[in-house]
């Protein structure tokens, strides 16, 4: 007999135990919820890429969550978040976390508002407009991106907006040798860590970047 089809809440457990990662179950069922909100409103805004509901568990959550055992400090700002990933599922899995969402797309930016005062997450705060615009009260301890292609275009926008112990952490497949070697001067690669995704294909890393500060911009 063929091997029966995992509900969405079986394959978020399954796959959270699979990758060591202990959640309560209402921070699983608001997960879920995440998910079904987001296809409902990728249907008319077109969020994310992904239109599979099948693989939002894995593709959009789990991959999301991978990096969750790397967070830095208590504050996290997601550039280009488009549909909230991976800073929703971060929020959720983290509510002492303090998640900054950004993206210049007024629409995205209207779900995540929606998402995050429809899912409580008290967490969770929502910027509408560019990175070279934005300018928080703090600088974040950690700053994360799934969407930018190019290293050195996720770092310099974002250089001022790192706390000074902070670092970036770039979610990538291969490991982006090339895209290293065009780092701005002063950012260096801290580490690079291989992540196992259940139900995702390929190749997976996270790559952590610091800032030494030899072009750290003036007065930050």
Not at 10 to 17: C, F, I, N, P
Not at 35 to 49: E, P, Q, S
Not at 186 to 208: A, M, N, Q
Request: charged share 20%.
């Amino acid at each position: 007999m063929p091997k029966a089809r995992q509900t969405p809440a079986e394959q978020l457990a399954s796959g959270l135990q699979g990758m060591g990662i202990e959640l309560p179950a209402a921070a699983q069922q608001t997960l879920l919820a995440y998910a079904a909100l987001l296809d409902k409103w990728n249907r008319a805004f077109n969020l994310t890429a992904l239109r599979d509901p099948e693989k939002a568990v894995s593709h959009h959550l789990l991959d999301s969550l991978a990096i969750l055992p790397h967070l830095l400090g208590d504050t996290l700002l997601d550039v280009g978040s488009g549909g909230g990933l991976p800073g929703i599922p971060l929020a959720i899995a983290r509510p002492g976390l303090a998640v900054t969402l950004l993206d210049s797309n007024s629409k995205k930016t209207a779900f995540l508002r929606q998402a995050a005062i429809e899912l409580g997450l008290a967490n969770v705060s929502v910027h509408c407009g560019r990175i070279e615009d934005f300018r928080p009260a703090q600088a974040f301890a950690a700053i994360v991106s799934r969407a930018f292609a190019e290293l050195a275009d996720f770092v310099r926008p974002t250089r001022a907006l790192l706390a000074a112990d902070g670092g970036w952490l770039a979610m990538k497949g291969l490991i982006p040798h090339e895209e290293i070697a065009r780092l701005p001067q002063g950012v260096v690669v801290s580490s690079v860590t291989p992540l196992t995704v259940p139900g995702v294909d390929g190749e997976r890393h996270l790559l952590l970047l610091k800032d030494t500060g030899a072009t750290r911009p003036e007065g930050v």
